[in-house]
């Protein structure tokens, strides 16, 4: 019985959405606060610019991840299927590519590291190092 409780919490979405991922950005990024939704704009390339005017870079981890499929349900509401199924979408139709994805945790954070405007995510409780902070999702 207690098991199925312990199943149960775990896969209650409010349980996944603030253990399982971690936002983060390169440390000269002003924000400090984003909103799921705001993030998911910028993954859907929707919003493509931070409010200093620089350019949003999204980064994803690959499609096989626990990372990713926690982020996907909890920012965008749908899973990683649907998201690459929008993609494929907007391939076909000329109208735009999906975020470049890294193998890794460490992949996202060298990625984020070197590029100002790059947004990312990492499995909750990574140690992010310099040059990358985590951002507050409310």
Do not use: C
């Amino acid at each position: 019985m207690a098991m199925g409780l312990a199943a149960l919490l775990l896969a209650s979405p409010g349980v996944a959405q603030t253990q399982e991922y971690q936002v983060v950005v390169h440390e000269a990024n002003p924000s400090s606060n984003v909103t799921a939704d705001e993030i998911s704009r910028m993954f859907m390339k929707r919003t493509t610019r931070w409010a200093d005017g620089g350019s949003v870079v999204p980064v994803d981890l690959a499609g096989n991840s626990e990372t990713r499929d926690a982020f996907s349900q909890a920012v965008h509401g749908r899973s990683v299927s649907a998201i690459k199924a929008y993609w494929q979408r907007q391939i076909f139709s000329g109208r735009g590519f999906p975020p470049e994805e890294m193998g890794s945790d460490t992949a996202v954070l060298a990625f984020v590291r070197n590029n100002p405007g790059a947004i990312g995510y990492v499995a909750s409780g990574t140690s992010v190092g310099d040059g990358v902070k985590v951002l507050n999702v409310n």
